[in-house]
């Protein structure tokens, strides 16, 4: 017979969900995973470049318009292909009420793993600055935590996942525990030299990355193949199904269920705790309701805030942990897009080896301490140098014979690029809703977004091109361009901030550790519950909140307190 009860159940399985079922089967839980998308074994389903990548769906379809008509919004991820798209969601399946004329991209995974599998793997700490910023310019409502709360739980998880890069010893940008950093290219190095000859305020360090450069808890370091978003076979890129999942499974306390849309939370009102989960099985239609004594949603920011406002009851008519009126609101993401890009000449014999799965990085430096831009926050830069080919260097050339296919084995200049990610401010006006006429294949509202980028994310778009174009013209740069063009929100794929955490029931959803104010055995650790931004990645700070939350879960729940 199906086991309906469980100790926990923790709803996603990406970069959350896996920290989640990692640390409550190491604690003795037995637990449930539950995730919509179909499975996913490690090694076994990644796609290499010796795979029949072409399924008999594209016997009838070019591969451009099988993308137009069923992955409209999946195809603007930048990992999006042939070799990835089985791990995207199918639009056309699973649709949201996407609005063209004021567009959110909501791009999701479908598989066990979520994005975690396709991810970027840049891995940074929020610092005091990022805690405190709320309250030092009133925008949005006050962290429930500080730097301090959280820093050995970031040691805790990079201990754990290996986090590679360099000791910069920046207050704006706190260290890592760091495996050995990834060299800089030769021009790299050059960009590095030449702005600390002409800056006080700011550097160029190599990437910090979720990537191994030596081995680590029983996985290999990298080699540098390059297509980490096909799926890393060596477990050297970090992954739910890499790293976490296994670990989970190793207790002998995890049940995985894949192809499981999870509808609805229901709550119960005499003990004020969820006391099920509502699953669709994704094959069969068939209903299921799942019980447990604590519940972890980590869906995703999207995912999670859908299932919360779907959980509707005479407690809570607008959603589930929705005293305060604020769950769906203030829907942030980073500004990405803003770039300029240009070539440094004099190092046309020098070479690099292997294909390098990480870039550089420019912290912050604009408004530490005090406000000395026209704009409120900041923004970092994550670029790169690369070396330009026969594409760069003979295009609209003729030529004929042997000299000229000569030539096209020529390397030709070193590139250099940089691209901005600028804080979102959280405003209430930034918020998803669900759709009261329409619904998904299973029945469940679709989500409706209403987000828009202000005045100040457009203000900062600005300087951070001009500061870009004028750093690689102090790098030795020709041939400079820049674009001030912003992806639309959801863009750079770090959409957040749905189901804040708070001090104040009346204006956020979730406490200083991740537990829902209205609703004890309920926490919630994806991207929802983030109170601010920042201008860094902020999946490492996912996983610190998770491993932090589940340790006060377990000994509440041990203590009777939940």
Avoid at 176 to 205: C, G, H, I, N
Avoid at 272 to 277: A, D, E, H, I, W
Avoid at 291 to 314: E, G, K, M, P, Y
Wanted: aromatic letters at 10%; proline letters at 4%; one cysteine or more.
């Amino acid at each position: 017979m199906q086991k309906l009860k469980y100790d926990a159940i923790v709803v996603g399985s990406g970069i959350s969900g896996g920290w989640a079922a990692k640390e409550l089967t190491e604690k003795g839980l037995n637990v449930l995973v539950l995730d919509r998308g179909r499975p996913v074994e490690h090694i076994k389903d990644y796609v290499t470049e010796h795979s029949n990548i072409y399924d008999l769906e594209l016997r009838s379809y070019k591969p451009r318009e099988l993308y137009d008509e069923e992955y409209p919004v999946q195809q603007h991820n930048h990992v999006f292909s042939e070799l990835t798209r089985h791990f995207f969601n199918n639009d056309k399946q699973n649709p949201y009420d996407y609005n063209e004329d004021n567009p959110f991209y909501w791009l999701r995974g479908d598989v066990v793993g979520g994005r975690s599998l396709t991810w970027g793997r840049q891995a940074y700490r929020f610092s005091a600055l990022d805690f405190e910023a709320n309250s030092q310019d009133n925008h949005g409502v006050d962290w429930p935590i500080r730097y301090e709360d959280i820093k050995d739980w970031y040691s805790y998880v990079e201990r754990y996942i290996g986090v590679s890069g360099q000791k910069e010893n920046l207050p704006q940008l706190p260290d890592s525990e760091f495996l050995p950093p990834m060299q800089l290219t030769k021009v790299e190095q050059v960009m590095k030299e030449r702005l600390a000859q002409k800056y006080t305020d700011r550097l160029l360090t190599i990437g910090r990355c979720a990537i191994l450069t030596q081995s680590h808890n029983g996985r290999a370091p990298c080699h540098y193949c390059g297509p980490c978003h096909r799926g890393c076979m060596t477990g050297s890129y970090f992954s739910s199904q890499a790293v976490t999942l296994p670990a989970a499974i190793k207790t002998g306390k995890l049940t995985l269920r894949a192809h499981s849309v999870v509808e609805k939370l229901h709550y119960d009102n005499a003990t004020k705790k969820v006391v099920s989960v509502s699953v669709i099985d994704a094959l069969t239609k068939e209903k299921t309701n799942y019980h447990a004594d604590l519940i972890f949603l980590c869906a995703s920011t999207v995912a999670s805030t859908q299932i919360l406002l779907n959980s509707v009851s005479d407690e809570f008519p607008n959603g589930l942990a929705n005293s305060s009126g604020v769950l769906g609101h203030y829907l942030m993401d980073h500004t990405i897009g803003i770039s300029a890009m240009g070539t440094i000449p004099g190092f046309e014999q020098s070479y690099h080896f292997g294909n390098r799965p990480n870039g550089t990085y420019i912290p912050r430096f604009k408004n530490l301490g005090k406000q000395d831009a026209p704009f409120l926050r900041g923004y970092g830069y994550q670029g790169w140098g690369f070396r330009t080919d026969w594409r760069s260097n003979h295009e609209n050339k003729e030529g004929f014979g042997k000299d000229f296919k000569q030539s096209l084995e020529q390397p030709g200049a070193w590139g250099v690029g940089l691209i901005g990610f600028g804080e979102c401010l959280p405003r209430y006006d930034n918020h998803m809703t669900l759709s009261k006429d329409k619904v998904d294949r299973f029945g469940i509202p679709q989500v409706v977004f209403n987000f828009h980028w202000s005045k100040n994310e457009l203000d900062m778009r600005d300087d951070m091109a001009k500061e870009a174009k004028e750093m690689l013209e102090a790098s030795g740069a020709i041939n400079i361009t820049t674009s001030t063009h912003i992806h639309p929100g959801g863009g750079a794929i770090h959409e957040m901030g749905t189901a804040r955490m708070g001090k104040d029931p009346k204006t956020s959803v979730l406490n200083k550790y991740n537990q829902a104010h209205d609703v004890a055995n309920l926490f919630i650790t994806d991207g929802s519950c983030m109170t601010s931004a920042s201008c860094v990645n902020p999946s490492l700070t996912y996983m610190a909140l998770t491993a932090r939350a589940v340790d006060y879960a377990v000994k509440q729940l041990r203590r009777g307190d939940i």
